[in-house]
């Protein structure tokens, strides 16, 4: 293949441009520093057309649709009054000659930009939430439908979403757990120590640890573990059409996929509450052991003694709530998902932003409607 | 067209494909000259598919080399691969489009990478390549997901083309169309083939188009080519699957209307 060439024969007073060679994709982009030698042959076909030149192209091998564009563009979008071309070539140049000519000027610009993105974003809020209100409602609806067809009751989704998200999930809340147990004890200890207050730190852990740092962080991990794939999974069950096909076998798929899956997370979350809250405590007492010599007999029997029992119930409160929400976050996002892989990503993200900033909103409404429960007297 | 210096598009030598103890491929030699259409045919499960794929480096076959326009597609020398991909398009079953750009986008695409043109060139070639497939400029703004069928083919064609290819790789080209669709897609191949002298390589079920498209036809069957020549030449071969494929009341229709 030849590359395309371009001879100006400058001896009249009217230059003749012979083109010859390849003038294709391949023959004008393939000389190494494409780019600049591109625009300086484009620039050098604008000239000759200005000097109005006369144009043989009977020359040329082969012309596809990148020449054609090019030599038309260069001719100002006219054919030039002394055009050489075989008949095949001039064919192709018809087609670009078909062109539209360019839109001029952009599009007008929207009035009052920030007031506009406010709103929208506010819409888009509202437009959520209900949407999150009437999942809810289906909930309801289905669960009601259930209590009065327990044959309906979808145990297989409901059993393998529990060991998805529950029993998978034991490893990392565990490390967690006890890593976050054993830094807070180191640091407590350092301070207590300053005050002689060493024994206070089985207080300080227990409540820290059951009460608050247990829920929150197994909702974080949850969210992030299994909200993610729950919004995922359904979003490509959305760009599959597969929840189409379910809904044409007249299976309902709040019931099928997302009732299963709140229920899973309401009844997984509380045990890995108690799970991770156990495994924070352990790190902690361990920590204090090393650093302040506390002995584990008298640990294990202060604990119960500083931790009045209503705050186990709060934190499995709290666990059984925060997974209702993460599971009903995910499982709308996930029916929001648009068929096309953007929308699945972006639906992804905020589904787990927004489930782990709904959790911890939540979570300070429990801390002031609970601030006077479970506090040892 | 192809003078006897000229290497032919595509020419296979030798090749098997294996998977574990199962043997795909074994053996085969194909040769493709330039500007020929070549249909590959063969029951289900006979490797067609693999085949292209083999054709085009996205596999590598056991054993065996595939050459096109003479340069081995999994050449070690990356700017020769780049090289000979440049040279090639392939059409995939699906369309693949990109699902997050829109149908310009996905037309622009190929030619926004090579960092060559400019927007307004890119502009004028995308729409000329919409046209080219007969889809308007307004169709520009949808998304893929928006697409009927057969707009998705006629799109994943506009992009193939994008590239200027001198080798169109089909699979399937008109699976899940309705046979009208697939007749005025097949009758849009062949008319952009006749203006742009491409080479076309496609894998088919559907007898409508391979008789409507190919000037040559390879049958895959028992892990070789047991057929490859002219359509008549193909039907006068005497092997089992060519006689259930070709030789049923519904081929013998198809042939006629070829024909005709």
Known sequence: MADAALEIDDREAAARARLSGDWTLVGLTRTDGVCADFRAREARLRDLTQRGAHWDLRAIDRLDSVGAVLLWRTWGRAWPAALEVSEAHRRVLEHAAQLPEPVTGRAPREPFPVTLTLGRLGLRALSNLTGLIALIGQMVLDFAWLCAHPRDIPWREFSANLYKSGAQALPVTALVGFLIGVVLSYLTSLQLKAFGADVFIVNLLGISIVRELGPVLVAVLVAGRSGSAMTAQIGVMRVTEEIDALATMGISRTLRLVLPKVAALAIALPLLVIWCSSAGILGGMVAANLQMDLAYGFFIDTLPRAVPVANLWIGLGKGFVFGILIALVACHFGLKVRPNTESLSAKTTTSVVTSITVVILVDAVFAILTRNVGMPG | ?260
């Not at chain 2, 003078?3 to 085969?28: K, M, N, Q």
Request: aromatic fraction near 6%; charge should be neutral; charged fraction near 25%.
């Open chain 2, 1 to 260: 067209m192809s003078a006897p210096s000229t290497p032919p598009a595509i020419e296979i030598r030798g090749l098997w494909t294996r998977y574990g103890e199962t043997v795909i491929h074994r053996d085969i030699d194909l040769a493709v000259p330039v500007g020929e259409m070549l249909g590959l045919v063969g029951g289900s499960g006979s490797g067609k598919t693999t085949l292209l794929r083999e054709i085009v480096g996205l596999l590598a076959p056991s054993q065996g080399t595939v050459r096109v326009f003479g340069h081995a597609v999994l050449d070690p020398d990356a700017s020769v691969r780049r090289m000979v991909r440049r040279r090639f398009s392939m059409l995939f079953q699906q369309g693949a489009l990109f699902s997050a750009l829109s149908v310009y986008d996905n037309v622009a695409f190929p030619l926004r990478e090579l960092r060559v043109f400019d927007e307004a060139m890119i502009r004028d070639l995308v729409l000329l390549k919409l046209a080219m497939v007969e889809l308007e400029p307004r169709h520009g703004r949808l998304m893929p997901a928006e697409l009927s069928g057969g707009m998705i083919k006629r799109v994943a064609l506009a992009r193939a083309l994008a590239m200027e290819p001198e080798l169109l790789v089909l699979d399937e080209p008109t699976a899940g169309l309705d046979p009208d669709r697939s007749e005025n897609f097949v009758k849009l191949i062949r008319t952009l083939q006749k203006e742009l002298g491409f080479t076309v390589v496609m894998v088919t079920h559907d007898l409508d188009t391979l008789v409507g498209l190919a000037t040559r036809i390879a049958v895959l069957a028992d892990q070789r080519i047991v057929a490859c020549g002219t359509p008549a030449e193909v039907v006068a071969v005497d092997h089992p699957f060519i006689r259930n494929f070709f030789c049923s009341e519904r081929a013998a229709n198809a042939l006629q209307k070829g024909k005709a």
